[in-house]
């Protein structure tokens, strides 16, 4: 049976018995193992499959059909032709780490040891969303970093 009729069964189908969840967990496994973005949209697909282990089928929920129309999707792009850039493990040249709380953010650069932090002063706080702060951390972190490459520090 073909992978995608497989998928187009299960969700076209009320009840999903224990065995076809077995048997699509898989083939995605397989698949996953060369299309490595797959293996995140299976976590909901393993729950369905626990659940069935107790009755020996289950119904799936909004999530899980969408999760599979995604997968169909997927191995559609996957037939049409993937780039080696998704296939191939890359080694990152930067690795940055930053964080922020509603006193202050900071980053370091993973690679080199550089680090920062910034306290907000205290009429500053609570002003803003946690997000814009950790976003400003992001930019931040990767600014000073550059900064640093065009200036280094003298030893």
Same mark, same amino acid.
């Given at each position: 049976?073909?992978?995608? %009729?497989? !998928?187009?069964?299960? /969700?076209? =189908?009320?009840? !999903?018995? /224990?065995?076809?969840?077995? !048997?699509?967990?898989?083939?995605?496994?397989?698949?996953? =193992?060369? $299309?490595?973005?797959?293996?995140?949209? &299976?976590?909901? #697909?393993?729950?369905?499959?626990?659940?069935?282990?107790? %009755?020996?089928? $289950?119904? @799936?929920? *909004?999530?899980?059909?969408? +999760? /599979?129309? &995604? *997968?169909?999707?997927? #191995? +559609? #792009?996957?037939?049409?032709?993937?780039?080696?850039?998704?296939?191939?493990?890359?080694?990152?040249?930067?690795?940055?780490?930053? +964080?922020? =709380?509603?006193?202050?953010?900071?980053?370091?650069?993973?690679?080199?040891?550089?680090?920062?932090?910034?306290?907000?002063?205290?009429? &500053?706080? #609570?002003?803003?969303? &946690? %997000?814009?702060?950790?976003?400003?951390?992001?930019?931040?972190?990767?600014? @000073?970093? !550059?900064? @640093?490459?065009?200036?280094?520090?003298?030893?």
């Amino acid at each position: 049976m073909d992978k995608s %009729n497989q !998928i187009n069964e299960i /969700l076209s =189908s009320p009840r !999903i018995s /224990l065995k076809q969840l077995e !048997i699509l967990l898989g083939r995605q496994n397989h698949v996953a =193992s060369i $299309t490595h973005m797959i293996r995140h949209f &299976l976590g909901r #697909l393993r729950h369905a499959f626990m659940r069935s282990v107790l %009755n020996g089928w $289950t119904s @799936l929920r *909004l999530g899980e059909k969408k +999760d /599979l129309h &995604l *997968l169909s999707s997927f #191995l +559609d #792009l996957a037939i049409k032709g993937l780039s080696i850039g998704n296939l191939v493990y890359r080694k990152p040249m930067h690795l940055y780490c930053s +964080d922020a =709380s509603e006193f202050g953010f900071r980053g370091y650069n993973l690679v080199s040891g550089n680090a920062w932090r910034f306290e907000l002063p205290v009429h &500053l706080r #609570l002003r803003t969303s &946690l %997000n814009d702060l950790e976003f400003l951390a992001c930019v931040i972190t990767i600014w @000073l970093d !550059i900064l @640093l490459v065009i200036y280094p520090r003298e030893a």
